[in-house]
């Protein structure tokens, strides 16, 4: 069975930081596609980055150079450094595994950013 489990979101003041952590179980995470989308309310959800396997990287051009995606394959975990956040990212965060004929998401987690 998969499972994505999100953690850390929360409440900051617009300009800072939070990291997001993503702990995966069930797949073979190090062949799968990793991403991170965010669904605000009233709106569609976005990728805001994703990582392959091998370690490339795709940013939403939102993001760039303020979010920094990672991942520890041999902890079976995604990160989400999110710097210099702004009250129009306030979201609920979703994590996401995906494979050729599949994809998975996690339960999400609130990120609110406070102006």
């Known amino acids: 069975q998969v499972q994505l489990v999100e953690s850390g979101g929360g409440l900051v003041q617009a300009g800072g930081s939070l990291r997001l952590s993503c702990a995966a179980s069930?797949?073979?995470?190090?062949?799968?596609?990793m991403g991170w989308y965010r669904q605000a309310p009233g709106k569609q959800r976005e990728l805001v980055a994703s990582?392959?396997?091998?370690?490339?990287?795709n940013y939403a051009d939102s993001v760039k150079g303020r979010f920094t995606i990672s991942r520890d394959n041999a902890k079976n975990t995604m990160y989400l450094q999110m710097n210099s956040l702004k009250p129009e990212e306030t979201a609920v965060y979703y994590c996401?595994?995906?494979?050729?004929?599949?994809?998975?998401w996690g339960q999400g987690t609130q990120v609110t950013v406070s102006s």
């Open positions: 069930g797949i073979i995470f190090s062949r799968n596609v």
């Open positions: 996401n595994a995906r494979g050729p004929i599949w994809e998975h």
């Open positions: 990582i392959t396997g091998g370690g490339y990287t």
